[in-house]
């Protein structure tokens, strides 16, 4: 007869869980800004690893579109990504404060891919698919940017890593201790998925907020974002943008965004007087 979860069963598995995050690191950021981005995260790798790789990844990827000849080739388009993005990357300190000292990049790439992202560090790329493709006024450009620079000050990238491990460490552990069979393996690591699909999406709605309060604070009307991702909602009936892979919902996503925008529109009114 197939074992199955008996009753009370889940309780040292949840033990077992508790006890392989033991000892791994927390961190927070400086401040949670008006939008309350204060949560703690776990993470089992160091941020100096992760800047060094996405240094290592960023110079590739320069180095690719320099040589097929897509890198910064508007000067209008890449005059105007960065005079936005230096904007908002001022405002970084809001956040945390060693963020003012990053090593900021710039760059934009000409192709059709609608996206743009910003590495560990502050390693930012905007392709021109996503502003040509949008027709992006400069404060949904922002609203862009600031979500992807608020990717980076709150080190999703880092936490996606580390919960990838934990995920690893976690369902090797309790497989082995409870001696689990095919099925009941596979239960486990469907919770797992599950859990890694939850935070990444809470990690997009983080990035939002954020993001619309640094647009804000930069002088960039907070509603604007609500626009940009009305314009995603009517993209995405057609095809799905690389942007929105791994994004919530449209609609809880305006719904969020217009109560962000009220919560920060004070510091926009502060920032254009």
Known sequence: MARGFRKGS????????????AGFKYTTTTSGGEVGADRKQVMTVSAEEMVESANQSYAQIIAQAKNEGKLNTDAATTARVKKIASALIKQTGNFREDAL???WQVNVITDSTVNAWCMAGGKIVVYTGIIDTLKLTDAQLA????????HALREHSREQVSRSKIKSIGTAAISEAFGLNSTERGIVNFAAE????????????EADNMGTELMARAGYDPNEAVKVWEKMSSL???????????????ESRIENLHG???????????AIK
């Open 143 to 150: 609203a862009v940017i600031g979500h992807e620079i608020s």
């Open 236 to 250: 995405s009936k057609t095809s799905t943008p690389e942007f929105m892979s791994t994004h919530p919902s449209h």
């Open 101 to 103: 000292g990053w090593d």
């Open 194 to 205: 599950a859990l890694s699909l939850k935070y990444s999406r809470n990690q997009e709605t």
């Open 10 to 21: 889940l309780i040292p598995i949840v033990v077992a869980l508790v006890a392989a995050f």
């Open 260 to 270: 962000i925008a009220e919560t920060v529109y004070p510091l926009y009114q502060k």
